[in-house]
């Protein structure tokens, strides 16, 4: 079966300083990787995705960056943290058909 | 600009009743839909999917399609406490899925 491994689940970083999630997926090949966010009150916010290796798509401009550097990995990173960037950060998988998505656990990441 | 509208609730019914959960979406073109359900501090899990015009039912829930008039709904048959928690509307445009803000369920018992 398949399964998807974010980390951290919980991030406390000051203002300024960078940042890297991860997510994983294994027992399947070639899925379709997302990043969303959610931040409070608010719906869950599109901001990456990737067909393949090497292939991001970006859907909001902001100071996030997304890279795929293997199959079943895929990386948020930000060079510098905005009190704007808080939210709860999910990592999502769906087939090469991109039909539905499969959620990891969540990052809760709180920036002071 | 693709979009879902859900109202944001709370949606309050006693338990054993049945909850009835609405969303609009705005791109005529999209094929597949899904309800998620999100308990609180945790991440979305899938509930349904549909992609016909027409009623699909698993267990206690109940989705319903209606493309002309761009409607999706999840009507929840004897609510359960256990039922409280945010649900999420969404739909595929191209290859990644826009949701809606969800609405929040309360069931009391």
């Known amino acids: 079966s398949q399964t998807i491994h974010q980390w951290p689940a919980t991030l406390v970083q000051p203002v300024g300083s960078p940042l890297s999630l991860e997510c994983t997926v294994e027992g399947t090949s070639n899925p379709n990787l997302y990043w969303y966010r959610q931040a409070a009150g608010r719906g869950l916010q599109l901001l990456f995705y990737s067909v393949g290796i090497g292939q991001i798509s970006s859907e909001v401009p902001q100071n996030l960056s997304a890279s795929r550097p293997q199959d079943r990995q895929f990386i948020l990173s930000s060079k510098k943290l905005l009190l704007s960037d808080s939210g709860f950060y999910l990592c999502?998988?769906?087939?090469?058909?991109?039909?539905?998505?499969?959620f990891g656990q969540g990052t809760r990441l709180t920036v002071v | 600009q693709k979009e879902v509208e859900q109202n944001s609730g709370p949606l309050s019914v006693p338990e054993g009743a049945i909850a009835s959960l609405n969303c609009t979406y705005s791109d005529r073109g999209s094929q597949s839909f899904f309800w998620y359900r999100q308990y609180s501090g945790k991440s979305p899990e899938l509930i349904m999917f549909i992609y016909s015009n027409g009623d699909k039912e698993d267990g206690r829930f109940t989705a319903q399609l209606n493309k002309a008039s761009q409607y999706v709904s999840l009507l929840i048959r004897d609510s359960q406490p256990s039922d409280s928690a945010t649900y999420l509307c969404?739909?595929?445009?191209?290859?990644?899925?826009?949701f809606g803000k969800g609405t929040t369920l309360s069931v009391s018992s």
């Open positions: 969404a739909f595929q445009a191209g290859t990644a899925l826009i």
């Open positions: 999502a998988w769906s087939s090469s058909r991109g039909t539905e998505a499969f």
